[in-house]
C-alpha cells in the first residue's frame, strides 16, 4: 500500500473511537514495511495509550519474522507525535528509542504543548519526517480540537426545541414538545461534546439529567451550571457528574476560564433567557433548533423577542431536514 493509502486507512479506522477518546482527539498510527503493514495502533480510549505506543507494542509482537529491526519501519501516524510527559509517555521520545529512521505524519498538532516539538524530537534524532498529508481530512475529523487550538475557545453549539409557534415552555412546567426521534438525536450531539451546559431555571424545572444515554460507550461530556440563585445539590444534574458551577454572569469570562483545558466543545441546553444571552454575547458557533408540529398557544414562552432574531444574531441555515414529523435545522455563524 503507497502512503496515502495507509494514511486514509489511519483516518478512517480511526474514527471508530471518536466518542471514547474525546475530548482527546483521534489518532491513528500504522507502521509498515515497504508498503506491507506490520501493524496498527488507535488512540481508543481517553487517558490511555496513545495511538502510536499501541501501534509500536503491536509491531514487537512480529520482531524477528515480518522484520527484522525498527529502522526498516516506517510510521504513519495521522497526528504529529507528541513531544509532553502527559497522560502517558512521549510518543516522539518512544518512537526515537525504538529505532524509526522515518516518520509520516497527517497534521501538526495544534495543541500549544505540542505544535512541532514533537517533530523536533523526531529530527534532533535523526529521523526523517514528512508532514501534511491529507491534513485537511484530520483537521475535519477532529474539528473542535482544531477550533479550540485556533481560536482559543471552545466551540459552542446551543440547541433548542421550539413548538410551531416559536415556543419554549409553560412557566415552571415541562412539556415535551419534540418527538422520539429528535430526542434521540439529542443524545448524539451530547454524546458528541466536551461539555454540556445548562442554567439554575432550566435545573429546577426539568431537573434533567443531561448525560449522553446512547447505546455505545461514551467519555461522557463534563457538566456546567450557571446559577447565581440557590440550587438543590440533589438534582439529577449533579448524578456521577463532574460539575463546575458558575455563580457569575459574564459569559465571556466563563467561557475564557476554559481556554487551557482540554475542553473544546460546549453544548448550551437551557432555557430562552440563558440561550438568548449566549447568542447575544456573540460566543455561539452553531445552532440547533428542533421543530416539532405542536402549539403551545398564548400561555407558551417565546424562544426569541423579535421576528428575525437568528438572522439579527448573525447566523444563517445551513442545513434542514425532517425527523419523522419534526423539522431539524442547523444554522451556522454567518464569516
Ligand atoms: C499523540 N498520539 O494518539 C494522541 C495525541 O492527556 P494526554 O497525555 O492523553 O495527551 C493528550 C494530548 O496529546 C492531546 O491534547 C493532543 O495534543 C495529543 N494527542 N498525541 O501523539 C495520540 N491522542
Ligand atoms: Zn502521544
Given at each position: ?150 481560536n482559543h475557545k471552545p466551540?459552542i ?40 451546559l ?26 456546567i451550571?450557571l ?19 458558575f455563580?457569575i454572569k459574564d459569559l465571556n469570562k466563563i467561557i475564557d476560564s476554559y481556554r ?6 460546549i453544548?448550551v ?5 440563558l440561550?438568548?444571552a449566549f447568542l447575544k454575547a456573540g460566543i455561539v458557533d ?50
Amino acid at each position: 500500500m503507497s502512503y496515502e493509502e495507509l494514511m486514509l486507512r489511519a483516518i478512517t479506522k480511526a474514527e471508530k473511537f471518536k466518542y471514547a477518546a474525546k475530548p482527546n482527539p483521534v489518532v491513528g498510527a500504522i507502521i509498515a514495511k515497504d508498503g506491507e503493514i506490520i501493524s496498527e495502533g488507535y488512540h481508543e480510549i481517553y487517558g490511555e495509550n496513545h495511538a502510536e505506543i499501541n501501534a509500536i507494542e503491536a509491531a514487537k509482537n512480529h520482531i524477528g519474522k515480518k522484520f527484522k529491526d525498527f529502522s526498516d519501519l516506517t510510521i504513519i501516524s495521522t497526528l504529529e507525535p507528541c513531544s509532553h510527559v502527559g497522560k502517558t509517555g512521549s510518543c516522539a521520545s518512544f518512537i526515537a528509542k525504538s529505532g524509526f529512521k522515518r516518520v509520516i505524519i497527517g497534521a501538526i498538532d495544534p495543541n500549544p504543548k505540542v505544535a512541532g516539538r514533537g517533530i523536533k524530537i523526531l529530527n534532533d534524532n535523526n529521523i526523517q519526517v514528512e508532514y501534511g498529508l491529507f491534513q485537511d481530512l484530520v483537521e475535519k475529523q477532529n474539528k473542535f480540537f482544531f477550533y479550540k487550538h485556533k481560536n482559543h475557545k471552545p466551540y459552542i453549539t446551543v440547541k433548542i426545541a421550539s413548538s410551531f409557534d416559536g415556543k419554549s415552555h409553560f412557566d415552571n412546567e415541562t412539556v415535551l414538545i419534540t418527538n422520539e426521534s429528535s430526542r434521540n438525536d439529542v443524545q448524539t450531539i451530547r454524546a458528541n461534546h466536551d461539555a454540556i451546559l445548562t442554567g439554575g431555571n432550566t435545573l429546577r424545572n426539568d431537573d434533567p439529567r443531561m448525560d449522553a444515554r446512547v447505546n455505545f460507550y461514551v467519555n461522557q461530556p463534563k457538566k456546567i451550571l450557571l446559577t447565581s440563585k440557590a440550587y438543590n445539590s440533589k438534582s439529577s444534574f449533579f448524578k456521577d457528574a463532574d460539575v463546575d458551577i458558575f455563580k457569575i454572569k459574564d459569559l465571556n469570562k466563563i467561557i475564557d476560564s476554559y481556554r487551557d483545558t482540554e475542553i473544546c466543545s460546549i453544548l448550551v441546553e437551557a432555557g430562552p433567557k440563558l440561550a438568548n444571552a449566549f447568542l447575544k454575547a456573540g460566543i455561539v458557533d452553531e445552532l440547533i433548533i428542533y421543530t416539532s408540529e405542536k402549539k403551545l398557544g398564548e400561555k407558551g414562552i417565546n424562544w426569541f423577542i423579535e421576528d428575525n432574531a437568528i438572522e439579527n444574531y448573525g447566523f444563517k441555515l445551513e442545513s434542514s431536514y425532517k425527523i419523522e414529523d419534526d423539522l431539524k435545522e442547523i444554522f451556522k455563524k454567518n464569516e
